[in-house]
């Protein structure tokens, strides 16, 4: 089981200077790359009113933080692909990659947000699942013929590569066999460079939730990266990306291509990893809580009328901590880890200690407790 950070950079009612953030996360990456972890995984979020979730840009500051490390991999949690240019993304990517001497996990998302799609990009609204998965797909399919081949062509949906018609400008007349058309002269084929260090590319992953999502990352050999479901929620999801991944071919072992998010406070005893950072983690879950208590729930457990309506409404620290948090001793926190291992075999656990309104000084603290304290638990046993 690798273990890994999960970095989504806040500044709550925008009260800092950003610089301070990019010291914050710069001293975490370096902490996280001296102290073993296999990879530091990075949100994509935009025009967060509230300072909840303040990186635009995961490939920018993978760059930044792959020019401060020589191990530590650069995990995209996700980039939200539906929002970039096909053929940029896959130059940037790549760009990433060369950078970084191969250390690129490219995570995909197809992005939660209204405000963020129709802003970025309209076609690729969340609000129309439809059109949002069209723009998704073809995005994916464009990003794997770009790191894969030195000249692709694609005609899908919502993009066409290279443009219909064109067969020269000022600066580029095409004249190459392998480019062009031979009785149109139309351009058929395009280049993207560079390509990715990593042949053919580097390994991807999807940000999921519900079933479809789930199907479509088994079905398009991504791996998967869930958020908070229970254990025995885990279990059928991962199950499900299982069956579904050996029914178009691709053998996958259990737990095999699964990460899983876990937000962790470490403390000196359970009631202080509550005092300390309870509030903070519980702002984070409830501002997020559109989807209510379900994804919380186990597989066939129905909430009485009463507590599924007091849970939409507020999501309670008493309720969610048992299914989710790793908040407690050392001992404590060890232990779910050692359940997710055993009872999952899942491949990643993304560690997230940092929520809005917790100090930086809490959150380094937690870390230490759990390098110092967790990790060569796991290690033992």
């Not at 009328?305 to 001793?329: I, M």
Request: charged share 25%.
């Amino acid at each position: 089981m690798k273990i890994s950070y999960f970095c989504n950079p806040t500044n709550l009612n925008q009260s800092r200077d950003y610089l301070e953030i990019l010291t914050e996360v710069r001293e975490i990456a370096l902490f996280c790359e001296e102290s073993g972890f296999d990879t530091i995984w990075f949100a994509e979020h935009h025009f967060s009113i509230w300072g909840r979730e303040m990186l635009p840009n995961p490939i920018v500051m993978g760059t930044d933080i792959a020019a401060r490390t020589k191990r530590i991999r650069i995990g995209l949690a996700a980039a939200i692909i539906t929002f970039w240019h096909p053929l940029r993304l896959a130059e940037d990517v790549a760009l990433l990659d060369q950078l970084s001497d191969g250390r690129v996990e490219l995570g995909l998302g197809r992005g939660n947000y209204g405000i963020e799609g129709l802003n970025l990009n309209p076609l690729a609204d969340p609000n129309k699942p439809e059109e949002n998965y069209a723009v998704f797909a073809d995005t994916l399919n464009v990003l794997k013929l770009a790191f894969a081949n030195k000249r692709f062509g694609y005609t899908g949906k919502k993009y066409t590569f290279p443009y219909p018609g064109f067969n020269k400008d000022r600066a580029h007349t095409v004249l190459l066999n392998d480019y062009v058309d031979q009785d149109s002269g139309e351009m058929v084929k395009i280049s993207v460079y560079p390509q990715p260090r990593q042949r053919p590319g580097p390994p991807l992953w999807q940000v999921v939730d519900g079933d479809r999502s789930i199907e479509f990352a088994a079905k398009n050999d991504l791996g998967i990266i869930m958020w908070r479901p229970t254990v025995k929620g885990l279990k059928v999801r991962f199950d499900l990306y299982r069956e579904t991944a050996r029914a178009a071919g691709l053998e996958v072992g259990p737990g095999e291509r699964c990460g899983v998010m876990r937000d962790v406070f470490v403390a000196e005893t359970e009631m202080d990893a509550k005092r300390l950072a309870g509030d903070a983690v519980m702002g984070t879950l409830n501002f997020s809580n559109w989807r209510g208590p379900s994804i919380f729930l186990n597989p066939g457990e129905v909430l009485s009328a009463s507590l599924q309506s007091k849970l939409e409404d507020q999501l309670d620290y008493d309720f969610v901590k048992p299914r989710c948090l790793l908040f407690g001793t050392p001992e404590q926190v060890a232990d779910q880890m050692l359940e997710l291992r055993d009872e999952l075999n899942v491949e990643q656990v993304l560690v997230n200690c940092h929520w809005p309104g917790l100090p930086h000084e809490s959150t380094m603290r937690s870390m230490r407790l759990f390098v110092d304290e967790v990790m060569p638990r796991l290690c033992s046993k």
